[in-house]
């Protein structure tokens, strides 16, 4: 079992900056994925940014594009994502989840195909 937890969300203005962190504790061979997902009322769960564990490349979400970046740390098991610029449709739950990618070569992009998850951590960005 894979124990995920998040932290560092909070209250900005638009144009402000947030870092969220995430740690992945127990059944580090459970999962070779990791990555943030966002969730706002009334919509699904979707990728913010993931990247395959100890891969410093990572797949990012098109409208998250330029403005936030997904940091690891692999000897902690920790995953950080630096979000600037931020808007106010950044607005969400944001939860971070680890996961086996079933495709070779491509990292998960959709919540089903994450196994564990954090409880998330609340953005709200204000106009």
């Known amino acids: 079992q894979v124990d995920v937890q998040e932290s560092g969300g909070g209250s900005v203005q638009t144009g402000g900056s947030l870092r969220l962190s995430c740690s992945a504790s127990?059944?580090?061979?459970?999962?070779?994925?990791w990555g943030w997902f966002r969730q706002s009322p009334g919509k699904e769960r979707e990728v913010v940014a993931a990247?395959?564990?100890?891969?410093?490349?990572?797949y990012y979400a098109e409208d998250v594009k330029g403005r936030f970046t997904i940091a690891q740390d692999d000897d902690v098991r920790a995953l950080e994502l630096q979000m600037n610029g931020l808007k106010p449709e950044d607005t969400g739950l944001y939860y971070c989840?680890?996961?086996?990618?079933?495709?070779?070569?491509?990292?998960?992009?959709?919540?089903?195909?994450?196994?564990?998850w954090g409880h998330g951590t609340q953005v709200t960005v204000s106009s």
């Open positions: 127990g059944g580090q061979y459970s999962y070779n994925s």
């Open positions: 989840a680890a996961g086996i990618s079933q495709s070779p070569g491509t990292v998960p992009r959709t919540a089903s195909e994450y196994q564990y």
């Open positions: 990247a395959f564990v100890g891969d410093s490349s990572a």
